[in-house]
């Protein structure tokens, strides 16, 4: 039997080098159609663009997030992507995160979109 993913689940992660009073980032997963919709549009040329989105589409929060000392308030928006009415993070608030930890987050919700070979197998 093979196990769907749950499109509504969240997991805290914490960046790798991120060890003194960390910032917390909610990550959530891609749903599927959105997951292919990123894949099938990915070239070398865009690949930092994709990072990007998928992190504005899975990014459901975050805790100790701030700018110049100022903490940032978790905003989104809704939008269409693929067809999908979707929330999304702010720009402004993208903007405001650095890329290094945009392809870490990125690269985290990857990973947590995809079935595990133990829920492929259920």
Do not use: H
């Not at 959105?34 to 459901?60: H, M, Q």
């Not at 650095?98 to 259920?122: C, F, H, Q, R, Y």
């Amino acid at each position: 039997m093979i196990s769907g993913v749950d499109v509504k689940a969240t997991q805290e992660y914490t960046c790798e080098e991120d060890k003194n009073n960390p910032t917390v980032w909610i990550l959530g997963v891609l749903p599927s159609r959105l997951f292919k919709g990123l894949i099938s549009r990915a070239t070398a040329d865009n690949s930092i663009e994709l990072l990007y989105s998928a992190v504005s589409i899975a990014l459901k929060g975050f805790k100790n997030f701030s700018v110049k000392g100022k903490p940032v308030e978790f905003e989104t928006f809704v939008t269409d992507r693929y067809a999908v009415p979707i929330k999304i993070v702010t720009d402004d608030i993208m903007d405001s995160i650095p890329m290094k930890v945009v392809t870490e987050l990125a690269g985290e919700i990857m990973k947590n979109s995809k079935l595990s070979e133990d829920e492929e197998k259920n």
